[in-house]
């Protein structure tokens, strides 16, 4: 990266925040040294816009807020600047596939977490991570041309893998189909993806991709990585993933977010003296 860094988008699960979804005091004083640094920030996630504002709050940004990963991006005060809703045809084969696997299904609309099944097992997880409880309904109908994000989610890994390989060669440009989780399968858009998300917040923000980093810890985050100027991959993500990053720090268990504020961002934009860390 040879142009300097005036942006940081940062995923949030297994990011931001720890496994059991706390924002620890060394991340709120990661984001209070960016600020004071002159750099910005800005969050980008596959939960729903109403999961990450507090967050951002609690972090003092004023930067917008990408939710379903880029398919709808609000300002700080919660007016809508992009809202991309699943295509209907692609949101009804994914419901289908779903339904043919036994995988829960949930769909996120008109700011509602929406779900048939409210026993499942990933349910009480969700409803801690985004802070509001969903709603149980006896049809998807109403909303399925309006959801502006659907979920598969399941405790068997390998056959929500087949459900997202067999949905991306059915479906292909029709919809943006990744795994935020292993648990935890996404449809949205086909332009809601973290790669069109951090193009848009960019634009947004006055400044280029090239002068702008991302972080992250999922398959979905590759997409920014292919075209930030600067791409660091958290410690606990997969193999794969951090061979497409440029650095790599500690896991979100260790206060990784920090320590790539701290050794991977600031020695790029202002000198290092001899009391702080060589990067990563």
């Not at 939960?47 to 990408?66: H, S």
């Amino acid at each position: 990266m040879t142009a300097p860094i005036r942006l940081l988008v940062s995923d949030v699960d297994g990011t931001l925040v720890t496994t059991d979804k706390r924002l620890t005091p060394a991340a709120i004083e990661a984001a209070a040294l960016l600020r004071e640094a002159g750099v910005m920030l800005a969050l980008v996630s596959s939960r729903p816009p109403r999961g990450i504002a507090p967050l951002a709050a609690r972090l003092g940004l004023e930067t917008p807020v990408a939710g379903f990963n880029g398919g709808v991006i609000l300002d700080r005060e919660g007016r809508s600047l992009a809202e991309r809703p699943v295509p209907e045809a692609a949101a009804r084969a994914a419901l289908a596939a779903f339904a043919a696997r036994g995988i829960d299904a949930w769909i996120f609309a008109d700011g509602e977490w929406l779900l048939q099944n409210p026993d499942g097992h990933y349910v009480p997880l969700e409803h801690r991570t985004i802070g509001f409880a969903p709603r149980q309904v006896d049809s998807f109908e109403p909303w399925i041309a309006r959801a502006g994000k659907l979920v598969g989610a399941s405790a068997d890994a390998p056959q929500l893998a087949e459900c997202e390989a067999s949905l991306q060669a059915q479906l292909g440009s029709q919809a943006s189909i990744h795994r935020s989780q292993v648990y935890y399968l996404d449809v949205t858009h086909p332009e809601a993806d973290k790669g069109h998300a951090l193009l848009a917040l960019a634009q947004l923000c006055g400044v280029t991709p090239a002068e702008t980093a991302c972080i992250g810890d999922m398959a979905n985050d590759l997409p920014m990585f292919g075209v930030a100027g600067l791409a660091i991959a958290m410690g606990n993500a997969p193999p794969a993933v951090q061979a497409r990053a440029a650095a790599v720090t500690l896991s979100n268990e260790a206060d990784g977010f920090a320590a790539a504020v701290r050794d991977i961002i600031l020695p790029r934009i202002r000198p290092r003296t001899g009391g702080e860390r060589s990067p990563a």
